[in-house]
């Protein structure tokens, strides 16, 4: 569960809507079954066509598939419901007299993907993701690290053009760039892909991680995640860390009485 809590910390936080999607990563839709992206993944080490430098790192059945491709490593991310809140979840539809209650859909597949790589200036990396738009947030702190960030120049007013042989003409001045260390530096940019199709979650979020590095900032990771299976886990989250309580509730709730209720305590039991 540890490897929730950073997508948990920032999923609740409220962001602008965008009109770009992230219903999957690349030709891989979010809910693939672990197999299905192994077997792919498999077919593309077994072609002799490929000219793709491809290796398998590791893998976790259900879990985890770690892949380096051309120099950079993915980690695809699985989920797959524990059984405890599998149980909770019985209990609250074998609970539910009469009353409609939509059946919540199965937890599984590839909700994230992560990307790593050696150390690529910040901006350039934000740019490569331009096709997502602006992020809608910046996770900001305050400059420790000294970052240096280009100070925007105000603009001069355009100067008379000389004529051709005006011996008063002035050679035009080169323009210096000018350099600032900045108040808040950005260690996390963050895109929400996301919105509602016909009442269903849809669509992502892309994490760009920022390193500072010699007074500049650097990327070397970016993380893909399903809007939906978030969702999803995220509500998992809270059952599976009350499960034990929410199955007690649920248990008395269906048999008040307890199974015998008016038994006496054994002896030397403190009422």
Known sequence: MNRFLILFFFL??????????????????????????????????????????????????????VVKRNNVTYFYRFYKEPKEVKEVKALEKANTEGAEKADHKAVTGLYSVGLQFPPVPTERVKDSLKKYGSPTREYLVDNVYGIIVEKKA????????????????????EEEEELETARKVPLALIWNLSGENNGAKDGGFIFQWNEPFSRKLYSKRIDYFSAEISGMINDDFKKYFSANETKIIMDLLADPAGGGGDKKAPEGTPN
């Open 12 to 65: 609740p936080i409220q962001v602008l809507f965008s009109q770009n999607s992230l219903n999957a990563f690349g030709d891989t839709p979010w809910g693939t079954s672990f197999k299905d992206v192994k077997s792919k993944f498999a077919s593309l080490l077994s072609n002799p066509n490929s000219t793709e430098d491809l290796k398998i790192l590791n893998e976790v059945k259900n879990k985890l598939i």
């Open 154 to 173: 105000p603009a001069k007013a355009e100067e008379k053009k000389a004529e051709p042989g005006d011996p008063n003409a002035e050679e035009p001045e």
